[in-house]
């Protein structure tokens, strides 16, 4: 009988501690939030090096979900930095619907 409290009671505690949240070790990956001065920055290289090779689409047109494929596939023919890139990405995702 002893034997079986003891399992229920060792049962109950890991149950009660698997429901608690865990706190957690891992580092948050830094997240950059670029200035008002990239975001500009951003806009002229969003006009200048996209709009060289085609019609400017309307950053409103689309997700933010949507202009990560898009930039990560033009990025590369645009031979944007990454900086540059992020800078675009921000600027893109900034204008207001």
Known sequence: MKKII???SFTAVLLA???T?????????AVTVS??????QGKTIFEN???RCHK????????????????NSMAPKAKLTDEQHQWVYDYIVSVKK
């Open 35 to 40: 200035t008002a001065e990239q975001i500009a």
């Open 56 to 71: 400017l689409p309307d950053p409103t047109s689309r997700t933010s979900v949507q202009w990560v494929g898009i930039m």
């Open 21 to 29: 949240p865990k706190a957690t070790t891992a580092a948050t990956p």
């Open 49 to 51: 090096s996209c709009g």
């Open 6 to 8: 003891a399992v229920a």
């Open 17 to 19: 501690s698997s429901c």
